[in-house]
């Protein structure tokens, strides 16, 4: 299959939500409340994704051929100040993991940081999510760990850190 990755447009936020809250259902299912997972939704997704993508962000997203948007990853200044970048969500539908589309929304994200004078990048991922091993791999160095609340819960969050953008863009291109 063919996928194109692309940079997200304004119009593109109802479709970007839609995967956002698919994502989070499976992805999140043994780890957060059925009930909270279920009181996600699209409308309020998409006002999220219209003020993100009004803003100044680096997000992409994967779409097939047949435009169907089918992942996304956004991208901008870290939040607390620590460290340049920041990867603040990246999320695939389920059914197409394993086809380093994942891997090539990153890169996306991680040339557009680079083009505008950013060294590093930082995420942010629940501990107990099974994707934080794709950080990991890609030699994220785990250098935080909190704890967040979300619908009553306590999670616990580990932060990984990339600070050669070169070198991970190069170790990027090899996997892609």
Known sequence: ???????????????????????WRTTYSSILTKEYLNSLNEK????????????????????????????????????SGDYCGELFAIYILKEY?????GTRLFQSGVEALMKVGFKDVFVWVIAENPSRYFYSSLNGEKVKNEK????????????????????????LSRIV
């Not at 993991?97 to 589309?101: D, F």
């Open 1 to 23: 299959m063919n996928v194109i990755i692309r940079k997200a447009e304004k119009q593109d936020a109802p479709m970007v939500a839609r995967v956002h809250v698919e994502s």
């Open 44 to 79: 309020d997704k998409c006002e999220l994704w219209n003020r993100v993508l009004s803003e100044n962000h680096y997000t992409f997203i994967a779409e097939t051929e047949d435009n169907k948007v089918i992942g996304f990853a956004s991208f901008g200044k870290e939040r």
């Open 97 to 101: 993991h394993g086809q380093r589309i």
């Open 148 to 171: 967040v609340k979300i619908d009553n819960l306590l999670v616990d969050e580990e932060g990984y850190l990339w600070n050669n953008l070169q070198k991970l863009n190069e170790q």
